[in-house]
């Protein structure tokens, strides 16, 4: 089975622009989640998304959103972009069924600079 | 209280040597643990999930769950200089399908 990839690997962006990052998880998988990781943060989760809807949001401003197709790719997207939104973005797969027991497999990563 | 605790370490040892690295976790009603490794640079890869009470073993790993005192720990025997790197624990809680991770704590395998 192909893992999940994320297209691009590497960005570089100035402040005020927008970015959009995709990801497709594995073959079968329902459930698209999104992380963004910094050394000073570590992981911090973005949303998921199952079956093409937004099932669960973290605590990021409305600038952050993401969407997710009906063969279960998705993207993210960032506006306004501003310094502090360098980071490491990670995109986790799940069949998104096993509820508490979901086992997420992660992608690459895009890792992202604004400068 | 942090919901998910890890030492930051880095914890350092020589090669050939038992690996243990702990996590201690806030909300009693958790029901799924994971540990995943990370390599410099690199994305979370999984490891290890656990679910009930005990031990769970996996080639040179071992992942030990002890929900009355919030604990979960990973034992890496036979520890290599390829283990070196970030082990991150997360844990589901009660209702959610989405993982707390921890900060995560650096290993270093000397040889």
């Known amino acids: 089975k192909a893992g999940v990839t994320q297209t691009p690997r590497y960005l570089i962006k100035t402040r005020g622009q927008q970015v959009t990052l995709s990801c497709s998880p594995i073959?079968?998988?329902?459930?698209v989640s999104w992380y963004q990781q910094t050394p000073g943060q570590g992981l911090q989760f973005l949303f998921e998304?199952?079956?093409?809807?937004?099932?669960n949001k973290g605590n990021f401003p409305g600038r952050f959103s993401g969407r997710q197709f009906s063969n279960s790719r998705s993207e993210m997207n960032v506006s306004t972009l501003e310094l502090g939104d360098s980071a490491l973005y990670l995109c986790?797969?799940?069949?998104?069924?096993?509820?508490?027991?979901?086992?997420?497999?992660f992608g690459p990563g895009t890792r992202l600079t604004v400068l | 209280q942090k919901e998910v605790e890890q030492n930051s370490g880095p914890l350092s040892v020589p090669e050939g040597a038992i690996a243990s690295l702990n996590c201690t976790y806030s909300?009693?009603?958790?029901?799924?643990f994971f540990w995943y490794r990370q390599y410099s640079g690199k994305s979370p890869e999984l490891i290890m999930s656990?679910?009930?009470?005990g031990d769970k073993e996996d080639g040179r790993f071992t992942a030990q769950l002890n929900k009355a005192s919030q604990y979960v720990s990973l034992l890496i025997r036979d520890s290599q200089p390829s283990d070196s790197a970030t082990y991150l624990c997360a844990v589901n809680k009660r209702g959610s399908y989405i993982p707390t991770f921890g900060r995560g704590t650096s290993l270093i395998v000397h040889p």
């Open positions: 909300d009693r009603g958790s029901q799924s």
């Open positions: 073959s079968g998988h329902r459930s």
């Open positions: 986790a797969s799940s069949s998104g069924w096993a509820g508490e027991y979901n086992e997420q497999f």
């Open positions: 656990i679910y009930s009470n």
């Open positions: 998304y199952f079956s093409e809807t937004q099932r």
